[in-house]
C-alpha cells in the first residue's frame, strides 16, 4: 500500500524574480538546499512557468540542523520563502 505524505505548503514566496513566481510560487514541489537555507529550485528567469495555480509544497529539505527536518524532509505545517542572504530563502528554518 502507497502512503499519502501530506507535504507542507510554501504559503507565501516574494522572490519574484523566480520563473516559478507570478502571484506565488507555481512549482509543483521545491527543495531546499544548504547554505542558508536557500530554494535550490529558484530560477533566475522573465520566463513564467510551472502549475497554473500556486500551489507549491516542500518536496525536499537538505537543512537536517532546522527543527523542522526529519530525515530531510520538513515537516512544518508550512514554510515561507523570500530573499536572504541567498535570493530565495527558508524564513522558516528554526535551528534544532
Ligand atoms: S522549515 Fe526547516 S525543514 Fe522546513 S523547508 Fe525550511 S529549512 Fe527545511
Excluded: W
Excluded at 47 to 52: A, E, F, N, V, W
Excluded at 71 to 94: K, R
Aim: hydrophobic share 35%.
Amino acid at each position: 500500500m502507497t502512503q499519502m505524505l501530506e507535504m507542507p505548503r510554501v504559503q507565501d514566496c516574494s522572490v519574484t524574480g523566480c520563473g516559478y513566481n507570478h502571484d506565488g510560487c507555481h512549482a509543483f514541489a521545491i527543495t531546499i538546499g544548504l547554505g542558508n537555507s536557500q530554494c535550490d529550485t529558484f530560477f533566475d528567469s522573465a520566463d513564467k512557468g510551472g502549475l497554473d495555480t500556486a500551489s507549491a509544497q516542500v518536496g525536499a529539505c537538505k537543512r537536517t540542523e532546522c527543527r523542522h527536518n526529519e530525515g530531510l524532509e520538513c515537516h512544518a505545517s508550512a514554510i515561507t520563502v523570500a530573499p536572504g542572504l541567498d535570493a530565495a530563502d527558508c524564513q522558516t528554518f528554526t535551528m534544532a
